[in-house]
């Protein structure tokens, strides 16, 4: 029997539509998602913590304790990027401890943690407060290709993670790159190694997502990422009933209802038409593109991309671009392209392109990833390359996080003025300047609220 994750609440929406998917949109189907007998509802993390206060004006703390009401019998997934929590920096111990803390006591049931450079010192410290609270901690191998890279080496990660506590183990394919024999290949090495459930994870982005499925649960997986159809495939994840519908009948039979899938299905057309019509998705994102496989280029990077060139007039070097990134990711020595590994060698390659010289310009960030502000990377970097980025600063050979000072009392105390809730405090300390617009708003609409319904405390009772 191989069992399924959803992943409509989170990625799949993050993958095509910018994360803009409301509570609202969940509610009415989210009995019907907790009774059709799924592994876990992936349905927090990643990027959904910082588009609800951003752009839908929503606590993402309120989300998660609506959904963990109206499911009683799933369990509740989320995606937690290692020492960078939902940021996209290092934070200090006590506030890694801390938000897996409170992520689990609002609901939370499986945390997958990753690191954008498979330098697992950056996710031992959450891994560790997962297991403490009585979470189950997903350790991942951020999947990519490159000389550094193998089926030998992926294994032996895979092997830290389950020695370092991990209660499961992920293969997190963020651009689609994993193809189908080389998942059973990779698939079959880890079940020889491991004494824990493997899961897959992968994008529609190449074409190849479903196939590689196939050959990873004939290789043993015991778990596969989905989404429902109506947002899965192209930058996101492989259609749910059709895998369903393959597998059954067979031993790997998922023991779901197709009907049933059918029904959530059909509230969610609705949603992705509503989408379509307002332009929030875009036809590119919903079409295979193979050059993912040549440039590893995930989708929500190569939007970017367009993005920065389309500000810089420089629309037509897209291709120049694309051959630039495997180059300055060479040099970077060989990370995955993921949050924020991705965003930082895309724009590298930008002003690489765009200046007419190669490393011209070098943002902060890029020199970071070098001095090993970051962690450490697969591949050691060329010594004439990191001297010419470096310009004689040394580099970071401790876990990086060694190098920060406790900051949730700061945090605490910079957040008083505007928290409601213990929660608002590890908002603050992620997104601080978003957080405290949001929490304006949130304050203006309480008193509007206020003048209607008698007072504050009437009007406003957390859930």
């Given at each position: 029997?191989?069992?399924?994750?959803?992943?409509?609440?989170?990625?799949?929406?993050?993958?095509?539509?910018?994360?803009?998917?409301?509570?609202?949109?969940?509610?009415?189907?989210?009995?019907?998602?907790?009774?059709?007998?799924?592994?876990?509802?992936?349905?927090?993390?990643?990027?959904?913590?910082?588009?609800?206060?951003?752009?839908?004006?929503?606590?993402?703390?309120?989300?998660?304790?609506?959904?963990?009401?109206?499911?009683?019998?799933?369990?509740?997934?989320?995606?937690?990027?290692?020492?960078?929590?939902?940021?996209?920096?290092?934070?200090?111990?006590?506030?890694?401890?801390?938000?897996?803390?409170?992520?689990?006591?609002?609901?939370?049931?499986?945390?997958?943690?990753?690191?954008?450079?498979?330098?697992?010192?950056?996710?031992?410290?959450?891994?560790?407060?997962?297991?403490?609270?009585?979470?189950?901690?997903?350790?991942?191998?951020?999947?990519?290709?490159?000389?550094?890279?193998?089926?030998?080496?992926?294994?032996?990660?895979?092997?830290?993670?389950?020695?370092?506590?991990?209660?499961?183990?992920?293969?997190?394919?963020?651009?689609?790159?994993l193809l189908p024999y080389q998942a059973y290949e990779l698939v079959k090495a880890l079940k020889e190694t491991l004494k824990i459930p493997v899961e897959l994870h992968t994008h529609y982005t190449s074409g190849v997502g479903s196939m590689t499925y196939i050959k990873a649960i004939e290789a043993g997986c015991d778990i596969v990422d989905t989404a429902l159809s109506p947002l899965a495939m192209g930058t996101s994840?492989?259609?749910?009933?059709?895998?369903?519908?393959?597998?059954?009948?067979?031993?790997?039979?998922?023991?779901?209802?197709?009907?049933?899938?059918?029904?959530?299905?059909?509230?969610?057309?609705?949603?992705?038409?509503?989408?379509?019509?307002?332009?929030?998705?875009?036809?590119?994102?919903?079409?295979?593109?193979?050059?993912?496989?040549?440039?590893?280029?995930?989708?929500?990077?190569?939007?970017?991309?367009?993005?920065?060139?389309?500000?810089?007039?420089?629309?037509?070097?897209?291709?120049?671009?694309?051959?630039?990134?495997?180059?300055?990711?060479?040099?970077?020595?060989?990370?995955?392209?993921?949050?924020?590994?991705?965003?930082?060698?895309?724009?590298?390659?930008?002003?690489?392109?765009?200046?007419?010289?190669?490393?011209?310009?070098?943002?902060?960030?890029?020199?970071?990833?070098?001095?090993?502000?970051?962690?450490?990377?697969?591949?050691?970097?060329?010594?004439?390359?990191?001297?010419?980025?470096?310009?004689?600063?040394?580099?970071?050979?401790?876990?990086?996080?060694?190098?920060?000072?406790?900051?949730?009392?700061?945090?605490?105390?910079?957040?008083?003025?505007?928290?409601?809730?213990?929660?608002?405090?590890?908002?603050?300390?992620?997104?601080?300047?978003?957080?405290?617009?949001?929490?304006?708003?949130?304050?203006?609409?309480?008193?509007?609220?206020?003048?209607?319904?008698?007072?504050?405390?009437?009007?406003?009772?957390?859930?």
């Open positions: 029997m191989v069992k399924i994750t959803e992943t409509i609440l989170r990625d799949a929406h993050q993958s095509l539509a910018a994360t803009r998917m409301t509570t609202d949109d969940m509610i009415p189907v989210l009995g019907l998602l907790d009774k059709a007998g799924y592994n876990a509802l992936e349905c927090w993390g990643g990027a959904t913590f910082d588009s609800t206060i951003r752009f839908l004006n929503e606590d993402p703390w309120d989300r998660l304790r609506k959904i963990r009401k109206a499911c009683h019998n799933s369990k509740l997934q989320m995606l937690l990027r290692g020492q960078n929590l939902l940021g996209y920096k290092h934070y200090a111990d006590d506030v890694v401890d801390y938000f897996v803390q409170k992520s689990i006591a609002n609901g939370i049931d499986i945390i997958r943690i990753f690191d954008a450079l498979n330098d697992f010192r950056n996710i031992e410290r959450a891994m560790k407060a997962t297991v403490r609270e009585g979470g189950h901690a997903q350790g991942c191998i951020a999947y990519t290709t490159s000389p550094f890279h193998s089926i030998e080496q992926f294994a032996k990660d895979a092997k830290r993670l389950e020695d370092m506590g991990a209660n499961s183990v992920c293969i997190k394919d963020m651009a689609g790159l994840q492989p259609p749910t009933e059709p895998l369903v519908a393959t597998l059954a009948g067979t031993e790997y039979d998922t023991g779901m209802d197709l009907d049933q899938l059918t029904e959530i299905s059909a509230h969610f057309s609705g949603v992705r038409e509503r989408w379509i019509a307002s332009g929030l998705i875009s036809p590119k994102m919903l079409g295979v593109d193979v050059n993912a496989l040549k440039y590893q280029v995930p989708g929500g990077m190569l939007s970017n991309l367009v993005s920065q060139l389309k500000q810089a007039g420089k629309e037509d070097q897209l291709l120049d671009v694309l051959q630039e990134v495997p180059r300055v990711r060479e040099d970077f020595g060989y990370p995955p392209l993921v949050t924020p590994s991705s965003q930082i060698v895309g724009t590298q390659a930008v002003m690489n392109v765009v200046t007419g010289e190669r490393y011209k310009m070098v943002p902060k960030e890029s020199k970071d990833v070098v001095m090993g502000k970051y962690g450490k990377t697969p591949a050691p970097m060329d010594p004439e390359f990191v001297k010419k980025i470096l310009k004689g600063d040394e580099q970071v050979t401790c876990r990086p996080a060694d190098l920060l000072e406790p900051e949730l009392d700061k945090i605490r105390a910079e957040a008083a003025e505007w928290v409601e809730q213990e929660e608002d405090v590890l908002t603050y300390g992620m997104f601080p300047q978003v957080a405290e617009k949001y929490f304006r708003w949130r304050r203006a609409q309480r008193h509007h609220v206020d003048e209607s319904a008698g007072s504050v405390e009437e009007a406003y009772q957390p859930v």
